[in-house]
């Protein structure tokens, strides 16, 4: 039995829809309407349009949220009051209106589209970190040019010698 548990587990689960060809359950008798019924309960129908229209990436709303949160948050301060629709279209805003369509409960692409975000947020990040590591090297500068214009200056034995040696050669060539 836990073989057969962990078998089902470590695989990817897909839906078998079965369709009744008529009420009486009998052989060679096909009911059209009956089926077609059927195929828009299940939702295959309305499946098979979206996918006719071209939009065969489909994702939950907080899977499009977490691809573009970066670029949002940054124009829109308030996006964690917004539903998880409201969210997902704010990230997808930024894509063309023709590559996404939004569901009641999911977010429709187009492909390439999941791409175009994947790359987005990578640019995204990369600008981050780099206003990151600027604003770090600009306090390290800040705090060296501090401490050097508190330090005193010091006019030690070696500084001395060696201005003596080049007055020295200077006042040879005169």
Known sequence: ANALLETLQSGTPHFVRCLKPNSAQTGGDFDSALVLAQLNSLGVLETVRIRREGFPVRTDFAEVWALGWAAVVRVTPQASRLSAKQRAEAVLQRLPRDMWKLGHTK?????????LLEAELAAEKAGSATAIQ?????RRA????TLLAEAPIREGPV???GRRASLTAAESWL
């Not at 977010?107 to 791409?115: E, I, M, P, T, V």
């Open 134 to 138: 600027a604003l770090a090297r600009r």
């Open 159 to 161: 500084w001395a010698a």
């Open 142 to 145: 800040s705090s060296q040019a």
């Open 107 to 115: 977010a429709f692409l187009r492909d390439g589209a999941l791409g």
